[in-house]
């Protein structure tokens, strides 16, 4: 039987195959792209927007080529056959259109994640290759047919192990990005990334368990799966954090798709950022399901007979504005069934053309036609008729209207009167102040109602009118040069005009409110409030969603503790299905079955968790001396932790979270730890997101993950928190961000008011 190293040099031979043909395919590709560069600007319309279209065509396949370059095959399925299957990032064909590589989210890779010694079809063994860089450096068989030959063999040559490829990952640096886990994805992980994309699917995990990877992978899946679907209306991610969506930004493209728009609610409206946070009981506030009819009642009290009316003189004829007639022409507007602002153009006309009826009422003869219409025209230009309709029907701009909503609180008291007046004031605030983040769902709400602006509405009908035309143009183009049937169709040449190709979907629904997607992924879901559900379903009319989270994470007071509760009023009870994953993969079991014990006792949802993988002083809790010490021991502890963790390669991450009156003072301490430490300068050049020691409040860590953590004063952090239940999960969550070590540094005092085992 061959020994180890003659099997690593075997699957090398392979994996140079396959490196070979990517590059290949890669030099194809470059070459295409010169030659159709090289031809330049010459030849007729047609023929340069044709070249235009393979230039970006080809553009496309070598991003893609190049995104697959790191761990492009890591596995392997034997048959009884003989038939030897590699899967990878990507399918590939050899010259002879043989495949080489299959893509790990085709159905003949799901063997390589589901198949067990009890179900495992015609497969007999299941390699994983481990690469470095091109360099195979191990291979693991799992032998699925127990009565095969290859149990023998795979022993007496050292190939036979399981699970080898999951522990590596699991025990290697971090870094200030997520990597995927094509190669290591789990059975019950498998099984939720290719679940039917038709209704709502909610996995529910708890710290560590893959949700996020999980979800990632899922995108990508479906991609590959309905691209003929997706490709268009594209798939949005929607993260916590801007830190989070640095942190994943590298996933999917690894996966070979790159065309995802990823966002957070502070940006999801296109040319809006909102930077302030609200505390947590106005955002409850303005996260309740009422706050859409808050917003209504705002639009419906600008449309109103005003109480004094004018009469104006049209050529010495006086021409009274009637209550009835105004009343006519709000229910004509309210009929159109337009939003306020387009509706408003009906009001206005129905007004106008009710006091024209009355000039005309008023004169002693039958004026014609032309007359009629100079009437019409006066009445217009008159000052008293446009402040008067303007006053029965104010035309708005959804960010004037939110501002006027919290700087006018007797306003608010009456849109919404089941406020208290303690609530009236939370949410009361001086006009012109910054948006806030949760304010992002209620201005969407007033966009949806009020619509666009009349001047901005006119413009993009005029641009509407020009795509049109452009899309004419290239019908006819292709039509007379006899093209058009196959490698360039119309949309092809219409987005070459434009600039834009199919795989700028991602950037079109960036600039578009109004965009409706075919998948939304989002993540840290238990925290959405019913406001920012709404934005969302907005956005997903289909209601495909892949919804990723655990309730016993939730730190809003308007998030949620029961997916029931949410899901059934969004989706309908048979509208959406509950996945649980339940192994913790991140977490040492020590720092696992802390944090599980820490947060049941405080009343949360825990989910089933079991740790895989055990690490010897995973866990210590240290209290100082006295209150002044504390600062000492913070960096004493953060001095030793970044020398066993924090590489000079950039690998290894290292979070000191601590409650927000402490920040400074355990800035300072960590400060003062890295003094000489090497790369010490870089380190604090780092940005936020890619910062190798990080210095941060529980709330920015949901979502990420490090080798190291300290947690300093939980018990402060707990009575800085808004409720019990709150503060009870950002324990948690910070608790369970480490992949390797937890230290708990407390005061004596801290430590009185919250406990923990030393």
């Known amino acids: ?409 007797d306003r608010l008291r009456r849109y919404a009167p089941w406020l208290g007046q303690d609530e009236i004031e939370l949410l009361t605030r001086p006009s012109g102040a910054d948006l806030t983040v949760s304010d992002i769902p209620i201005l969407d709400e007033a966009m949806e109602l009020l619509g666009p602006d009349p001047r901005e509405e006119e413009r993009r009908r005029a641009k509407e009118a020009q795509q049109e035309e452009e899309r004419r143009f290239a019908q006819d183009t292709l039509a007379q040069n006899g093209i058009g049937s196959g490698i360039v169709t119309s949309r092809m040449l219409l987005d070459s005009i434009n600039g834009h190709d199919e795989t700028m979907a991602a950037q079109q629904a960036a600039n578009d409110r109004e965009w409706v997607f075919g998948h939304i992924v989002v993540d840290e879901a238990q925290e959405l409030t019913a406001m920012d559900w709404r934005m969302l379903i907005r956005r997903c009319p289909s209601r495909s969603f892949t919804i990723v989270g655990d309730v016993a994470q939730t730190s809003a007071l308007g998030g949620t503790r029961s997916w029931a509760e949410t899901m059934d009023p969004l989706f309908g009870p048979d509208g959406w299905d509950l996945r649980q994953l339940t192994i913790d993969y991140r977490n040492p079991s020590q720092v696992s079955q802390m944090a599980s014990a820490f947060a049941q006792s405080e009343g949360l949802q825990v989910s089933t968790l079991k740790a895989v993988r055990q690490v010897e002083g995973a866990v210590e809790c240290l209290v100082a001396p006295d209150d002044d010490r504390l600062p000492e021991v913070v960096q004493s502890q953060v001095r030793t932790l970044a020398e066993q963790y924090v590489g000079q390669d950039g690998t290894g991450r290292l979070a000191v979270i601590a409650p927000d009156g402490l920040i400074g003072t355990v800035r300072e301490s960590v400060g003062q730890a890295l003094i000489g430490f090497p790369r010490a300068e870089a380190i604090r050049d780092q940005p936020v997101w890619d910062r190798q020691v990080l210095v941060t409040q529980t709330g920015d860590t949901k979502g990420l993950e490090f080798d190291a953590v300290v947690l300093v004063n939980p018990g402060r952090i707990e009575d800085e928190a808004p409720s019990r239940l709150t503060a009870a999960s950002d324990l948690y969550v910070a608790m369970t961000r480490p992949t390797q070590k937890l230290v708990v540094i407390q005061t004596r005092e801290d430590a009185a008011a919250l406990p923990f085992p030393r």
Do not use: C
């Open 1 to 409: 039987m061959s020994s180890y190293s003659s099997q690593l040099n075997e699957e090398q031979g392979a994996v140079d195959s396959t490196y070979a043909r990517l590059d290949d395919l890669r030099r194809q590709a470059r070459t295409r792209l010169d030659v159709v560069r090289a031809a330049g600007s010459h030849g007729s319309p047609t023929q340069r927007t044709e070249r235009d279209s393979f230039a970006t065509m080809y553009e496309d396949r070598l991003a893609q080529l190049r995104a697959v370059e790191d761990r492009l095959v890591f596995g392997r399925l034997d048959t009884r056959a003989g038939e030897r299957r590699y899967i990878g990032r990507i399918g590939l064909l050899n010259a002879d259109h043989e495949p080489i590589l299959t893509d790990w989210r085709a159905d003949a890779a799901r063997p390589f994640y589901e198949a067990t010694p009890s179900n495992h079809g015609d497969v007999v063994m299941r390699r994983h290759i481990t690469l470095s860089f091109r360099r195979v450096t191990g291979i693991e068989d799992e032998i699925l047919d127990l009565q095969s030959p290859r149990v023998g063999q795979a022993a007496d040559s050292g190939t036979l192990a399981g699970e080898g490829a999951l522990m590596a990952s699991l025990s290697s640096r971090r870094t200030g990005r997520m990597t995927d886990i094509v190669a290591t994805i789990q059975a019950e992980q498998d099984r939720i990334i290719r679940a039917d994309m038709a209704q709502a699917l909610v996995v529910q995990g708890g710290p560590g368990t893959g949700k996020t990877a999980v979800a990632l992978h899922r995108a990508a899946y479906l991609l590959y799966t309905h691209r003929r679907m997706l490709e268009r209306s594209g798939v949005l991610v929607l993260g916590p954090s801007s830190a989070f969506l640095h942190y994943i930004d590298q996933v999917l493209p690894s996966l070979g798709e790159t065309g995802v728009l990823s966002r957070t609610m502070a940006d999801l409206i296109p040319g809006i950022r909102a930077e302030r946070q609200d505390d947590p009981h106005t955002a409850r506030l303005k996260g309740d399901r009422r706050m859409a009819q808050v917003v209504a009642n705002a639009v419906t009290a600008r449309e109103r007979v005003p109480s004094t009316l004018p009469t104006v003189m049209v050529d010495g004829v006086p021409v009274p504005m009637l209550a009835v007639d105004l009343q006519e022409a709000l229910a004509d507007a309210h009929r159109s069934r337009q939003t306020h602002n387009q509706a408003r153009a009906v009001f206005v006309r129905a007004a106008l053309h009710a006091m024209t009826t009355r000039y005309a009422e008023r004169v002693e003869y039958e004026p014609k036609e032309e007359e009629l219409a100079r009437v019409t025209s006066l009445l217009r230009l008159n000052d008293k008729v446009r402040r008067t309709l303007n006053l029965a029907w104010l035309p708005m701009k959804p960010t004037w209207l939110v501002d006027n909503l919290w700087s006018r609180p």
